[in-house]
């Protein structure tokens, strides 16, 4: 139940003064739709209005003149201009309107009236000596002068809800925020020098300098707290509810024994901390909820068959859930023989399987003849009935919509998650995403990988390239080149890739082509033309499959390198380099290359690791969403910006930890308060948190 305190904040836009029907969706499109959005709307800039005379005027600045109009002139011609001229005593002003506006100005403005008049001072080309203010911010008669201020807030603005006009609502908005019960530590606001909740929105709304704009003033630091500690303790609260639920106890069996005996290979100790780590919860009798983070190669593939076969020893079913059909049959390519060699009947179930060979599966989950499912979405179907289905394994998590991946996890009894990711985030950002799952880290790749030789070359030297193409290729090597996404037309992209392809093909042999556009089966077709080394040359739009495993590919060309996450470019670097041949990595650029541009390209070429690479880029880039983390799941923050306020995310992370040891159900004073919180920020345990489970 939402505290009645809080109603004037959660009331619709509309309810604001001057909030009508037109503005209400633009106010909505800029914040959102309730009072609690446009008052969470942090300014951008700021205007500085200093008073003075046409004399001293500034070019390009914006300042405020007290005037007499002086003359009137209509537009000589359609699209020209209505302009008045005004004066001051030390020169002359010229006020420009586009538009019918000219007889309103007149009668309002008329020759010999004194205004105070505020704007933008232009002195347009060709006109030397003529000053101009277009459209001023403000006009007004020279008694009200003190109505323009000195220093003005700029917000986000859009067409027909300019930036004064939001600040209006912004400031109205504000007036309608209660003085709210104290959520935080007394002792370590006091420790902080953090103002009040009111205080803090009052000083985001009235910034006096350019500091107070910046993510770092107390005011943004205490508001940016309050988001990432209203998130964090539902992440808590999730968490400590899932432990609450019971999960099948899964002792370390003799068949996971055996099958890691057989492997011709030994695991790393990255890998086998991270199964003792899942054996752990497998072994408490709580539901696991988990995390298996890794870089591409990295093995996690083996850790998570031998939890599998952890289940099989306790007689319980599990099931592994790919994004794509052609990821789903290489898990089950290389799981099926070692399971079948302990005896076990593992299946791939996907999109292909139809009829009587389907129904022929479906029977032996059902009645427990099988004991490993490898699959795609085929496998959350509703009637795909399991036994006794134990653990889930979700590989790429990410792609999953939280429902697919719950709609799996509901066809057994407290079943056990694991989920599995390639894509690389930095520790400090890795509580923001991952806060409700416990983390394993396979940080640490199986040796004997031959490093990836990694080059920026700007895009006029594509033909060296292909002719380097196409002699790796005599010699048996085989190459992705990726056309990226990169403009706003998805058409335009294709053509870029098709075209890529059409030339690559006049000069080398065998090229192929896949693009998101093309339906499953014919991009499978060619994936698989490409894995069995009929394609030489693979190109593609995005690298849809993004674990397919072709150890023969030892060259990976991407277009618009600088275009992409130094994470994502990581990821499909990560795609040579399995096999034994020297690999390479060609990063094409469209020159010249910015110098963070440069320096990001350098980063990749000096590192392997994705986590470090991830660290890198963050700190490079800055603000915005430089590791495409939206993508990863990660939560769209109002007020905390998860680069500068990075180090407050393991704080509250602590602090909703502590919180909860000491007041689990949130019933203290202080824990009433943090609910106030949640519910301000919509961030309880029920609601998606950008989360993985
Ligand atoms: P991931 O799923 O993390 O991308 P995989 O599990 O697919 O990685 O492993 C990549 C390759 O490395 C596979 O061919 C696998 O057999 C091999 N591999 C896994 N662990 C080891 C290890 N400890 N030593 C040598 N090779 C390994
Ligand atoms: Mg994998």
């Given at each position: 139940?939402?505290?009645?305190?809080?109603?004037?904040?959660?009331?619709?836009?509309?309810?604001?003064?001057?909030?009508?029907?037109?503005?209400?969706?633009?106010?909505?499109?800029?914040?959102?739709?309730?009072?609690?959005?446009?008052?969470?709307?942090?300014?951008?800039?700021?205007?500085?209005?200093?008073?003075?005379?046409?004399?001293?005027?500034?070019?390009?600045?914006?300042?405020?003149?007290?005037?007499?109009?002086?003359?009137?002139?209509?537009?000589?011609?359609?699209?020209?201009?209505?302009?008045?001229?005004?004066?001051?005593?030390?020169?002359?002003?010229?006020?420009?309107?586009?538009?019918?506006?000219?007889?309103?100005?007149?009668?309002?403005?008329?020759?010999?009236?004194?205004?105070?008049?505020?704007?933008?001072?232009?002195?347009?080309?060709?006109?030397?000596?003529?000053?101009?203010?277009?459209?001023?911010?403000?006009?007004?008669?020279?008694?009200?002068?003190?109505?323009?201020?000195?220093?003005?807030?700029?917000?986000?603005?859009?067409?027909?809800?300019?930036?004064?006009?939001?600040?209006?609502?912004?400031?109205?908005?504000?007036?309608?925020?209660?003085?709210?019960?104290?959520?935080?530590?007394?002792?370590?606001?006091?420790?902080?020098?953090?103002?009040?909740?009111?205080?803090?929105?009052?000083?985001?709304?009235?910034?006096?300098?350019?500091?107070?704009?910046?993510?770092?003033?107390?005011?943004?630091?205490?508001?940016?707290?309050?988001?990432?500690?209203?998130?964090?303790?539902a992440l808590?609260?999730r968490k400590?509810s899932r432990?609450?639920t019971?999960g099948?106890?899964?002792?370390?069996?003799?068949?996971?024994?055996?099958?890691?005996?057989?492997?011709?290979?030994?695991?790393?100790?990255?890998?086998?901390?991270?199964?003792?780590?899942?054996?752990?919860?497998?072994?408490?009798?709580?539901r696991m909820s988990r995390l298996l983070q890794?870089?591409?190669?990295?093995?996690k593939t083996?850790?998570a068959?031998?939890a599998m076969?952890?289940a099989?020893?306790?007689?319980?079913q599990s099931a592994l859930m790919a994004p794509t059909e052609i990821l789903a049959r290489q898990h089950f390519?290389?799981i099926?023989?070692?399971?079948?060699?302990?005896?076990?009947?593992?299946i791939l179930l996907t999109g292909r399987d139809k009829?009587?060979?389907r129904?022929?599966k479906l029977?032996?989950l059902a009645?427990?003849?099988h004991?490993v499912a490898v699959g795609t979405h085929a496998l959350f179907q509703d009637d795909v009935v399991f036994?006794s289905l134990a653990l889930t394994i979700i590989d790429e998590q990410h792609r999953f919509g939280v429902n697919e991946r719950r709609r799996l996890q509901d066809k057994g009894e407290g079943v056990h998650l694991l989920a599995m990711s390639a894509t690389?985030i930095?520790?400090?950002?890795?509580?923001?995403v991952f806060g409700d799952l416990d983390v394993?880290?396979?940080?640490?790749?199986?040796?004997?990988?031959?490093?990836?030789?990694?080059?920026?070359?700007?895009?006029?030297?594509?033909?060296?390239?292909?002719?380097?193409?196409?002699?790796?290729?005599?010699?048996?090597?085989?190459?992705?080149?990726?056309?990226?996404?990169?403009?706003?037309?998805?058409?335009?992209?294709?053509?870029?890739?098709?075209?890529?392809?059409?030339?690559?093909?006049?000069?080398?042999?065998?090229?192929?082509?896949?693009?998101g556009?093309?339906p499953p089966a014919?991009k499978d077709?060619?994936?698989?033309?490409?894995?069995?080394?009929?394609?030489?040359?693979?190109?593609?739009?995005t690298v849809v499959e993004v674990g397919v495993?072709?150890?023969?590919?030892?060259?990976?060309?991407?277009?618009?390198?600088?275009?992409?996450?130094?994470?994502?470019?990581?990821q499909?670097?990560?795609?040579?380099?399995?096999?034994?041949?020297?690999?390479?990595?060609?990063?094409?650029?469209?020159?010249?290359?910015?110098?963070?541009?440069?320096?990001?390209?350098?980063?990749?070429?000096?590192?392997?690791?994705?986590?470090?690479?991830?660290?890198?880029?963050?700190?490079?880039?800055?603000?915005?969403?430089?590791?495409g983390l939206k993508q990863s799941g990660f939560p769209a923050?109002?007020?905390?910006?998860?680069?500068?306020?990075?180090?407050?995310?393991?704080?509250?992370?602590?602090?909703?930890?502590?919180?909860?040891?000491?007041?689990?159900?949130?019933?203290?004073?202080?824990?009433?308060?943090?609910?106030?919180?949640?519910?301000?920020?919509?961030?309880?345990p029920g609601s998606p948190l950008g989360e993985a489970g």
């Amino acid at each position: 139940m939402r505290p009645e305190i809080l109603f004037p904040l959660f009331s619709s836009v509309s309810t604001l003064k001057g909030v009508g029907p037109r503005v209400a969706p633009l106010v909505e499109k800029l914040a959102g739709p309730i009072v609690r959005d446009v008052l969470f709307t942090p300014p951008t800039g700021l205007i500085r209005r200093a008073v003075t005379t046409v004399d001293k005027a500034v070019e390009g600045q914006v300042q405020t003149f007290v005037v007499t109009i002086d003359a009137h002139q209509p537009p000589q011609r359609v699209g020209y201009p209505w302009k008045v001229r005004a004066w001051d005593g030390t020169g002359f002003l010229t006020l420009i309107w586009f538009k019918g506006y000219g007889p309103h100005l007149e009668r309002q403005h008329p020759k010999g009236a004194r205004r105070a008049v505020s704007g933008k001072v232009e002195r347009p080309d060709g006109f030397a000596s003529e000053l101009q203010i277009a459209h001023p911010d403000y006009l007004v008669e020279e008694a009200r002068a003190d109505d323009i201020p000195d220093i003005e807030t700029v917000y986000p603005a859009t067409h027909g809800l300019p930036s004064r006009v939001f600040r209006k609502f912004a400031l109205e908005a504000l007036s309608r925020a209660p003085d709210l019960p104290e959520w935080q530590d007394d002792a370590w606001r006091a420790r902080e020098h953090l103002p009040s909740w009111r205080e803090a929105l009052a000083a985001l709304h009235a910034p006096a300098s350019e500091a107070d704009l910046s993510p770092l003033a107390r005011p943004r630091r205490r508001l940016a707290y309050d988001e990432l500690l209203a998130h964090q303790l539902a992440l808590a609260q999730r968490k400590a509810s899932r432990r609450a639920t019971p999960g099948p106890r899964i002792p370390a069996g003799p068949l996971a024994e055996a099958a890691e005996r057989a492997l011709p290979f030994k695991l790393t100790g990255a890998q086998i901390r991270a199964l003792s780590e899942i054996r752990g919860d497998l072994a408490s009798g709580e539901r696991m909820s988990r995390l298996l983070q890794g870089d591409v190669g990295s093995g996690k593939t083996v850790v998570a068959m031998l939890a599998m076969a952890d289940a099989a020893s306790a007689g319980l079913q599990s099931a592994l859930m790919a994004p794509t059909e052609i990821l789903a049959r290489q898990h089950f390519e290389t799981i099926a023989a070692p399971l079948q060699a302990l005896g076990l009947s593992v299946i791939l179930l996907t999109g292909r399987d139809k009829g009587a060979a389907r129904s022929a599966k479906l029977l032996g989950l059902a009645d427990g003849t099988h004991h490993v499912a490898v699959g795609t979405h085929a496998l959350f179907q509703d009637d795909v009935v399991f036994d006794s289905l134990a653990l889930t394994i979700i590989d790429e998590q990410h792609r999953f919509g939280v429902n697919e991946r719950r709609r799996l996890q509901d066809k057994g009894e407290g079943v056990h998650l694991l989920a599995m990711s390639a894509t690389p985030i930095p520790r400090t950002l890795e509580l923001t995403v991952f806060g409700d799952l416990d983390v394993s880290r396979i940080d640490e790749k199986p040796p004997g990988r031959t490093p990836v030789a990694t080059r920026a070359v700007p895009t006029p030297r594509v033909p060296e390239i292909v002719e380097r193409l196409r002699a790796a290729i005599a010699g048996g090597a085989q190459a992705f080149w990726i056309c990226p996404l990169v403009s706003e037309s998805e058409k335009v992209d294709l053509r870029a890739a098709e075209d890529r392809a059409a030339d690559l093909a006049t000069r080398l042999p065998n090229v192929g082509l896949v693009h998101g556009q093309m339906p499953p089966a014919e991009k499978d077709a060619v994936m698989q033309r490409f894995v069995d080394g009929e394609v030489s040359v693979l190109v593609a739009t995005t690298v849809v499959e993004v674990g397919v495993n072709v150890p023969n590919a030892s060259i990976m060309v991407i277009e618009h390198a600088d275009r992409f996450g130094l994470a994502q470019l990581h990821q499909l670097r990560g795609r040579v380099g399995r096999g034994t041949r020297e690999s390479a990595c060609v990063l094409l650029y469209d020159p010249p290359l910015s110098e963070v541009a440069q320096q990001r390209l350098d980063i990749l070429r000096r590192s392997d690791d994705g986590f470090e690479i991830a660290e890198k880029d963050l700190a490079l880039r800055g603000g915005g969403d430089p590791l495409g983390l939206k993508q990863s799941g990660f939560p769209a923050y109002r007020l905390a910006d998860p680069v500068a306020h990075r180090d407050l995310i393991a704080v509250a992370a602590d602090d909703a930890r502590l919180i909860l040891a000491r007041d689990p159900d949130l019933t203290s004073p202080r824990g009433q308060a943090l609910r106030t919180l949640q519910e301000l920020f919509d961030w309880k345990p029920g609601s998606p948190l950008g989360e993985a489970g």
